[in-house]
């Protein structure tokens, strides 16, 4: 007896298409970075001008975004990403606004603020200033508001290393201001601050006011730079871990320099660290990269902060990669960077065609002006309305 089998095979077709990368570079927009994202954003490079005059805010105008500033909102005054074009913003601004209510025979007090962590270079800093622009739009009742500008140290119980204040009246345009900055030290954290304390008396009344540019410039003894040369972007899934690491290094024997991998909540690495031209650590640790929590924002970025005597050039060799599961684990995903580091001659003039006024630290106003980096939040999208 003798038995057959029969198959029958059918045609498939299997078609592929491309799919994007969930983890992205961007280019920061900071002044002296010059940036080449590679096809499919996955590869990059940048050229790094340090100078002896160092800004020091990242998105220092809020214009497309309110990426890298955070929010302390008041009890009644919100915190916003808005573009202010009645008074002639360019682009997007901070835009303080609430009502304070009614309070018999007596008065009720407020206060808001944006803020940013900086690092100041580790060069001996000559001198420092502040610019800003900003706005009162409306103010009702029987009310007054200041504006408070500033330097938070941020370590131990936290303090103002120097501060500002004034009161605002209404306007239909923007003032712009340059306060000479005292009291900052080299190679230390801080929080760039701007807001507004308002106090109402019986009637209460409605406040909306408009930060659009804060600046914090210092000048140096040493060519320098400190601040983002990439940015970083999770579009799908996630979130990822990174880090980073030197695959090459052609260093001057004069450069000092720092690179750390940052997250959009300002959670920092621990850093590459190359001395006197030599690598002392060759990556960073770990950071969770999330999506952001809005368009207005990148999920993070690389920032390099290098202290450099002479105008020689230095190349480093970077890979960024990323991981489905903490500790390397699961399926990873490696991203070439190289970055130039090429001190220009010289530094531009310090201080040219700025319009600068005495800016001598006031003494602290309530407690209400304390700023606490544990509340913060970012700025909300748009207010409505």
Excluded: H
């Excluded at 409306?138 to 303090?159: E, I, K, Q, R, S």
């Excluded at 304390?197 to 000048?219: F, R």
């Excluded at 601040?227 to 260093?251: F, R």
């Amino acid at each position: 007896m003798a038995s057959a089998s029969v198959f029958v095979y059918y045609p498939n077709t299997i078609s592929t298409a491309p799919v994007a990368p969930p983890l992205i570079l961007l280019d920061p927009n900071v002044t002296g970075v010059t940036v080449d994202i590679g096809p499919n954003q996955t590869s990059g490079s940048a050229v790094v001008l340090a100078s002896n005059v160092a800004d020091l805010v990242k998105n220092p105008d809020f214009y497309s975004s309110a990426d890298q500033w955070y929010a302390q909102a008041g009890n009644y005054i919100s915190v916003y990403w808005a573009v202010d074009s009645a008074g002639g913003s360019s682009g997007g601004a901070a835009e303080f606004y609430g009502s304070l209510p009614f309070s018999w025979l007596s008065t009720i007090s407020d206060s808001a603020y944006v803020y940013q962590p900086i690092r100041t270079p580790a060069a001996t800093i000559l001198s420092a200033t502040l610019t800003v622009r900003y706005r009162l739009a409306t103010l009702t009742g029987l009310t007054t508001a200041y504006y408070v500008f500033g330097v938070w140290d941020p370590t131990g119980a936290g303090g103002w290393a120097w501060v500002t204040t004034g009161q605002l009246s209404t306007s239909s345009t923007y003032t712009t201001q340059t306060f000479t900055v005292t009291n900052i030290s080299a190679d230390r954290d801080y929080l760039v601050v701007g807001g507004i304390v308002v106090y109402s008396y019986i009637t209460g009344g409605t406040v909306d006011y408009y930060i659009d540019y804060m600046q914090l410039s210092v000048q140096t003894a040493e060519y320098t730079f400190s601040n983002s040369v990439l940015d970083i972007n999770v579009t799908s899934g996630g979130p990822y871990y990174a880090w980073l690491t030197v695959t090459g290094l052609n260093a001057q024997p004069d450069l000092d320099c720092n690179i750390t991998l940052i997250n959009w909540t300002s959670y920092r690495s621990t850093p590459i660290i190359i001395k006197g031209g030599s690598l002392v650590s060759s990556s960073t640790s770990e950071v969770v990269m999330p999506q952001p929590p809005s368009a207005i924002y990148v999920s993070g970025s690389i920032e390099v902060s290098m202290v450099k005597n002479t105008a020689l050039n230095s190349t480093i060799n970077l890979t960024l990669t990323y991981c489905t599961l903490p500790g390397g684990e699961g399926a990873c995903v490696s991203y070439p960077i190289t970055l130039v580091l090429d001190p220009p001659p010289s530094g531009i003039p310090y201080n040219s065609q700025r319009n600068e006024v005495g800016g001598a630290p006031v003494s602290p106003m309530p407690q209400m002006m304390r700023i606490d980096p544990d509340e913060a939040r970012p700025l909300l999208e748009k207010r409505g309305g």
